[in-house]
């Protein structure tokens, strides 16, 4: 079974630049997240969907970061303008249902590195 | 609000040595507690988790953890550890009234030495 796909792997861009990242979250699977995992730290919900409904997005600095899964099957992150603090790892997960007894399966994630 | 705190940010270990990674949580309603597993330039794989039963909670790899509410803590345990245990590790809470969404400690950095 494959598993979530993210790309791209790195980005490195300048501050005030926009960037987008890629999920393809497991097949058949409903539920989508977004975490943000600065370096030293824990992720942190950023967006959760539901098919391509939004569940969750009180976490998201929505002046600068949207996200979409318009067809309720893969979902592109975007960040503009981009600020240092940005810099993080961006993971995408998947699970079948929004409840604890499933288990969300994370991707490797996208490293965007803001200078 | 649930907040989660990993006490130990780095943890050498010798090989089949024993390791335990404290974490302690605060919320104010039932909770459901995970540990997470995340190798060098890997998303993250659930270790175990706690819903409800057993306070013992077994995982993959030989892990466990056990539920304690008095004592606000869901530490994680392995009798011997191998080299292929170095990885962070992760503690994470939720609960219904945050709509199931988790919250991360900080993580454990895990070393293993030969």
């Known amino acids: 079974e494959a598993g979530v796909a993210q790309s791209p792997r790195y980005k490195i861009i300048e501050k005030r630049q926009s960037v987008a990242f890629w999920c393809n979250p497991i097949?058949?699977?409903?539920?989508l997240y977004w975490y943000q995992q600065i370096l030293g730290q824990g992720p942190k919900l950023l967006i959760q969907?539901?098919?391509?409904?939004?569940?969750?997005d009180s976490q998201l600095p929505k002046d600068r970061f949207s996200a979409e899964r318009l067809k309720g099957v893969d979902s592109t992150l975007k960040i503009q303008p981009a600020k240092l603090e940005d810099s993080a790892v961006y993971l995408c997960?998947?699970?079948?249902?929004?409840?604890?007894?499933?288990?969300?399966?994370f991707g490797q994630g996208t490293r965007l590195t803001v200078v | 609000a649930q907040s989660v705190t990993q006490l130990d940010s780095q943890v050498p270990v010798f090989e089949e040595a024993p390791v335990e990674l404290r974490c302690n949580y605060s919320?104010?309603?039932?909770?459901?507690l995970f540990w997470y597993v995340q190798y060098p330039n890997q998303g993250l794989q659930l270790l175990l988790k706690?819903?409800?039963?057993?306070?013992l909670v077994k995982g993959i790899n030989g892990f466990e953890a056990e539920f304690n509410k008095s004592q606000t803590s869901f530490h994680l345990r392995k009798p011997s550890v191998h080299i292929s245990d170095t990885a962070e590790y992760f503690c994470?809470?939720?609960?219904?009234?945050?709509?199931?969404?988790?919250?991360f400690g900080g993580g454990t950095r895990v070393l293993v030495k030969p």
């Open positions: 997960a998947s699970s079948s249902a929004a409840n604890l007894n499933t288990e969300a399966f």
């Open positions: 097949s058949g699977h409903a539920t």
């Open positions: 969907f539901q098919n391509n409904g939004v569940v969750d």
């Open positions: 919320s104010s309603v039932s909770v459901y």
């Open positions: 706690y819903l409800s039963g057993s306070t």
């Open positions: 994470a809470v939720s609960d219904q009234a945050a709509g199931n969404k988790l919250t």
